[in-house]
Every structure is written in C-alpha cells, then in structure tokens.
C-alpha cells in the first residue's frame, strides 16, 4: 500500500521559511516523479513544483520560482520543499504527488500523478 506523509507546515510570518517533507512508502522512490501541489480556502489545486524520478529535471510554478526549493533524498524516500520569503498568497494546504511509473519528467500535471498525500496547511500572517 502506497503511502506520502506530508510534514513541516504550520504558522509563519511574511518573510519567513519553512521545509515540508514527504515520506513515502510502498513504492520504489527512486523510480518515482515527485511534486508538491497546494490549494488555498475555495481555490483550485495548483502546481508548486515537481522533480524527476532521476533528478534530472524540475519545475516550478512562476509564483514560486526564486523563493521555493524542491529536492529528493532516495535513501530516504523523502521529498522536500523549501519555502523561503513566503507571502500571505502562499498560505494553502500542500499535497505531495507521485508517479511510479513510466519514468516520467518533472511535470506539473497533476492528471499524470498517482498517489497523494493528506496535505500539510501552512499559514502565512502578514
């Protein structure tokens, strides 16, 4: 049984950072697209940013490109997202995503996604 826990969120201020992690279990992680996607209170899902089962490529939304970090530790079948210089329009709850198969570039599709997490909230005050 596949499995993404998310960790990391919680309440910060403008300008602060945070690191969310994603354990994942279940699957072969090194063989696995990872990306981390966020909705805010009434708002659709929304691409954050994504990195390839072989960390050859990632992506990132324009929103968050500059400021936000997606990196992979496979021996720990972890993905993490640094999040630095965070703004009130980045509060939202955070899901990562994966795709075990097909060994799949960095993409922001969520459709090409298999599994997700329960999502971890982070709250930005200004």
């Known amino acids: 049984q596949v499995q993404l826990v998310e960790s990391g969120g919680g309440l910060v201020q403008t300008g602060g950072s945070l690191r969310l992690s994603c354990a994942a279990s279940g699957l072969t992680f090194s063989r696995t697209t990872m990306g981390w996607f966020r909705q805010a209170p009434g708002q659709e899902r929304d691409f954050v940013a994504a990195i390839a089962w072989n960390s050859d490529s990632t992506s990132y939304a324009d929103s968050v490109k500059g400021r936000f970090t997606i990196s992979r530790d496979n021996a720990k079948n972890t993905v993490y997202l640094q999040m630095n210089s965070l703004k009130p329009e980045d509060a939202a709850v955070y899901y990562c995503?994966?795709?075990?198969?097909?060994?799949?570039?960095?993409?922001?599709?969520?459709?090409?996604?298999?599994?997700w997490g329960q999502g971890t909230p982070v709250t930005v005050s200004s």
């Open positions: 995503a994966a795709r075990d198969v097909g060994f799949i570039p960095a993409t922001r599709d969520p459709n090409l996604y298999t599994y």
